[in-house]
């Protein structure tokens, strides 16, 4: 049994991770944030939860329906390691810091993509059992 399907179920996982990449290749003065209480934490949670979102969609979808609680991990732990080189490669650049809260902002980021999936596959679930989206409930009398 396969753990990632090939080709293009990747490829989100790869522009996810380069856009992170470019985005923290930029020097500090090059944007400014919204002066918006702890925004950047959550602009990192937004991020890695689309990261962590993509990692699962790389995962066959027979893998992970057998095995959803170490998919759920393996996200999390996806993130988390990709968020600590995020934040290694932010140190060498000019007016960037580096910042365990970023990296726990990160796998947050994660957890919530875990989160949606299984709130999202419940819901399919859900719909399926009961019919399709479509269905009408039977009327007696």
Not at 18 to 35: E, K, V, W
Request: with cysteine.
């Amino acid at each position: 049994m396969k753990l990632l399907d090939n080709g293009y179920r990747l490829l989100p996982v790869f522009l996810a991770m380069g856009a992170l990449f470019y985005q923290s290749h930029q020097p500090g003065d090059s944007f400014t944030l919204p002066d918006i209480d702890s925004i950047d934490k959550l602009l990192h949670c937004l991020v890695y939860a689309v990261l962590g979102t993509t990692f699962l969609f790389a995962l066959t979808p027979r893998w992970k329906r057998r095995r959803p609680v170490l998919a759920g991990w393996a996200a999390v732990l996806f993130c988390l390691l990709y968020g600590i080189f995020d934040e290694f490669h932010q140190a060498l650049i000019p007016g960037r810091f580096a910042g365990l809260d970023d990296v726990a902002a990160d796998v947050v980021g994660g957890v919530l993509a875990v989160a949606g999936d299984w709130i999202w596959r419940r819901w399919r679930m859900i719909v399926k059992l009961r019919g399709g989206p479509h269905h009408e409930p039977s009327r007696s009398g």
